[in-house]
């Protein structure tokens, strides 16, 4: 069964980065990949995704300029660095594999994730 593995979680004030990584246990889907969050209480939001070719990406508006998403080499990888952070940023991240090889417009939807990793945690203090 494959799996979402993550890992760069943890806690940093406000101002700081963090870097989370997240691999596929299979070696052979180069599809589209990227990160949700949810913040206790609130609903599951689309933060970034990037294409299985790895030249497209997209961002929710609140992360953009300061998070960046990439692809590793071996294109199962996949990362997002976070920058200039803020306590609105605290959250469970979790790490998404999409069907298809491109993002759709629609990519923000969670029912357009075929597989979840367990999710990381996040935490931002002032």
């Known amino acids: 069964q494959v799996q979402l593995a993550e890992s760069g979680g943890g806690s940093v004030q406000a101002g700081g980065s963090l870097r989370l990584s997240c691999s596929a246990s299979d070696a052979y889907s180069f599809n589209c990949m990227g990160w949700f969050r949810q913040a206790p209480g609130k609903e599951r939001e689309g933060v970034a995704v990037v294409s299985g070719s790895g030249r497209s990406t997209y961002y929710a508006d609140s992360v953009k300029g300061r998070f960046t998403i990439s692809q590793g080499d071996d294109r199962t990888t996949v990362y997002l660095q976070m920058n200039s952070l803020k306590p609105e940023d605290t959250a469970m991240y979790y790490c998404?594999?999409?069907?298809?090889?491109?993002?759709?417009?629609?990519?923000?939807?969670?029912?357009?994730?075929?597989?979840w990793g367990q999710g990381t945690q996040i935490t931002v203090s002032s």
């Open positions: 998404a594999r999409y069907g298809t090889y491109s993002c759709s417009s629609g990519w923000d939807a969670t029912a357009e994730v075929r597989l």
